[in-house]
């Protein structure tokens, strides 16, 4: 490094040597670090005043000056506050103490010689329960407009989950009754525990972790957040948190809520698909009971076999009835009288039949009797003749004259013959 530290005693080539900007530093003309530290500090005397709220961990009053460490109430993030004495003697008589919800006005302040940075308290309150419901009643109106409360979203509990999933806290009561009256209900019951913390800052996100890992679980089937009773900021408070609360409206998996808390209920009952007024009253939900199943299962096996005999007994009536019919005891009986009716049909055909012939012949000879009554070989057989004159029939006399030759037809056979003379009728003659 060729940097060189100008003389201590000769301050404008000290201050000439030092690089205006962090920009223009490098590692032959590097800042020192009192130079670094003044001006961090004066950049961060620039920061606004800003209200936060924490919680606060640690409260320390001494010689009039509070000494406090706040807490972020999710991450793992703190800062050490600090409250001169015109601020200080105010907060005792707000009655805050170590796991108070504070909201606080600072500003931010580095200590140059330790570069510590701390913030410098202007006001400090207190957040009181009533704060805290409201800001639940806001945050569940907002949750109910956007539809992450609706009913359509619920889902149904499974008949008989194969194995539940329970988010409890370590060793807790709740988690005992949960696993006594589920096996009590029903012994085949299987579980995957999940002990996390149930109050306190980090009881959301711990829940909230535990719920998305057993909705990934491909065996659970149904998941129980249980807890037992409590004041009312340990037990409304922690299963209010937005982010559970979103956590458990993704979840594939159905939800059951059993915070025993009949009071007042947290934002996690309106989202869960089943609420459950306590963990011991959950088992219920989850198991039917195996002694009255069995119950019922033996109930309905005797229904059936009772059902399956009366039917049997019905069907045997039926057949012994059927079998005694005269056409089942005697089967030719039903041939003869078809056989009977097939011959009457069979005469009563032939008869129609000679009936028709004979009605037929009749006619025939009818016709054929008029047909020759009219033809002209019926009216020679009478002794009639039919008289041709070149080829012509005559019909009058006076078409002849007398010496004209004629062709006589008679009944039998026909002549020629001469016309000697002829008399012919006048019109009034005929």
Same mark, same amino acid.
Not at 361 to 369: F, G, N
């Given at each position: 490094?060729?940097?060189?530290?100008?003389?201590?005693?000769?301050?404008?080539?000290?201050?000439?040597a030092i690089p205006a900007t962090?920009?223009? !530093?490098?590692?032959?003309?590097? *800042?020192?670090?009192?130079? =670094?530290? #003044?001006?961090?500090?004066?950049?961060?005397?620039?920061?606004?005043?800003?209200?936060?709220?924490?919680?606060?961990?640690? =409260?320390?009053?001494?010689? #009039?000056t509070a000494w406090m460490t706040l807490r972020d109430l999710e991450q793992e993030v703190s800062f050490t506050a600090v409250a001169w004495r015109n601020v200080a003697g105010g907060l005792a008589s707000k009655g805050l103490a170590p796991g108070s919800r504070?909201?606080?006005?600072?500003?931010?302040?580095? *200590?140059?010689?330790?570069?510590?940075? &701390?913030?410098?308290?202007?006001?400090m309150e207190p957040v009181g329960l009533g704060d805290l419901l409201a800001r639940i009643?806001?945050?569940?109106?907002?949750?109910?407009a956007e539809g992450v409360f609706d009913p359509g979203l619920k889902k149904p509990l499974p008949v008989l989950p194969v194995r539940i999933g329970i988010i409890t806290g370590r060793d807790s009561d709740a988690k005992k009754d949960i696993l006594r009256n589920v096996t009590a209900r029903? &012994?085949?019951?299987?579980?995957?525990?999940?002990?996390?913390? !149930?109050?306190?800052? &980090?009881?959301?996100?711990?829940?909230?972790?535990?719920?998305?890992?057993?909705d990934a679980?491909?065996?659970?089937?149904?998941?129980?957040?249980?807890?037992?009773?409590?004041?009312?900021?340990?037990? $409304?408070?922690?299963?209010?948190?937005?982010?559970? $609360?979103r956590t458990v409206a993704a979840a594939g998996t159905p939800v059951v809520s059993a915070i025993g808390h009949e009071a007042d209920r947290p934002l996690l009952d309106e989202v869960a698909d089943v609420r459950a007024s306590t963990p011991t009253g959950s088992a219920k939900l989850l198991v039917p009971e195996e002694a009255q199943e069995r119950e019922n299962i033996s109930l309905a096996r005797s229904r059936m076999s009772q059902g399956l005999e009366r039917m049997l007994a019905r069907e045997a009536d039926w057949l012994a009835s059927v079998r005694s019919r005269p056409v089942?005891?005697?089967?030719?009986?039903? $041939?003869?009288?078809?056989?009977?009716?097939? #011959?009457a049909l069979r005469r009563r055909a032939l008869v129609s039949a000679e009936t028709a012939v004979h009605r037929a012949?009749?006619?025939?000879?009818? !016709?054929?009797?008029r047909v020759t009554a009219l033809s002209p070989q019926s009216t020679l057989d009478r002794g009639y003749a039919v008289v041709q004159h070149q080829r012509r029939i005559i019909r009058d006399a006076a078409e002849l004259t007398p010496g004209a030759p004629v062709q006589v037809m008679v009944a039998t056979g026909e002549f020629s013959a001469e016309v000697i003379d002829v008399n012919a009728q006048s019109e009034g003659d005929k």
């Open positions: 490094m060729n940097y060189q530290q100008p003389h201590a005693k000769d301050p404008a080539a000290t201050v000439s962090s920009q223009e !530093t490098s590692e032959e003309t590097p *800042w020192p670090l009192s130079h =670094f530290s #003044g001006k961090l500090k004066a950049h961060i005397a620039r920061v606004n005043p800003t209200w936060v709220e924490g919680q606060l961990v640690e =409260f320390n009053l001494r010689n #009039g504070v909201v606080a006005l600072v500003k931010p302040s580095l *200590w140059e010689k330790s570069g510590r940075l &701390s913030l410098v308290t202007q006001r009643e806001r945050l569940k109106q907002e949750l109910a029903w &012994s085949a019951a299987q579980f995957e525990i999940r002990e996390v913390a !149930t109050q306190g800052v &980090s009881a959301p996100t711990e829940v909230a972790a535990a719920v998305q890992e057993l679980h491909p065996e659970v089937d149904v998941i129980v957040i249980a807890r037992g009773g409590g004041a009312l900021e340990e037990v $409304i408070l922690p299963f209010s948190d937005e982010r559970l $609360i089942l005891a005697h089967p030719q009986s039903m $041939i003869e009288v078809r056989a009977e009716e097939l #011959g012949r009749d006619w025939v000879s009818a !016709t054929r009797s």
